[in-house]
């Protein structure tokens, strides 16, 4: 999955165009991405995954799943402290309500099975919530916060 590093940045791009109204600006970020795909992905103790179908008709992805898994304090819920965490789910324009992000889907949960990770979060915009619903997930409770550098 490493060799589909600069298409899976290319469909993040995608996907963040979607969310906020407009593509962003080409830059650093997608370099740093592409060398964090590549050191993060493949092989038995990777920490990263990457589901992705090809495009039916051309070169390049027309959708893809990524996620990853974080190693917390375990507690009652959850022994191990084993956690997912789903992004850049994505499917190009030009592929949609074709069931491929489902299919990403449910490969990267099986993957997370399989590592025995049994807590998986994500972030849903409105047009993915439906697919995220129907695959068992549920809304939390409480509130998320963040703390970004530029506003220490």
Partial sequence: MAAD???LVRLRA????????????PGAWQDEAVATLRERLGGP???MAAYVVDAPDGPGLAACAVGTID???GGPENPSGLTG???NVVTD???RRRGYSRACMTALLGWFAERGVPKVDLRAS????????SLGFEP????????SAGRR
């Fill in 45 to 47: 103790a990777a920490t």
């Fill in 5 to 7: 590093a600069v298409e």
């Fill in 71 to 73: 190693r917390r304090l």
């Fill in 14 to 25: 995608v996907m963040l165009g979607s969310m906020h109204g407009r593509p962003p600006e």
């Fill in 93 to 95: 324009a030009a592929y």
């Fill in 85 to 87: 965490y789903v992004f």
């Fill in 126 to 133: 409105p047009d993915g919530e439906p697919l995220y619903l």
């Fill in 140 to 147: 939390t409770t409480g509130p998320t916060l963040r703390l």
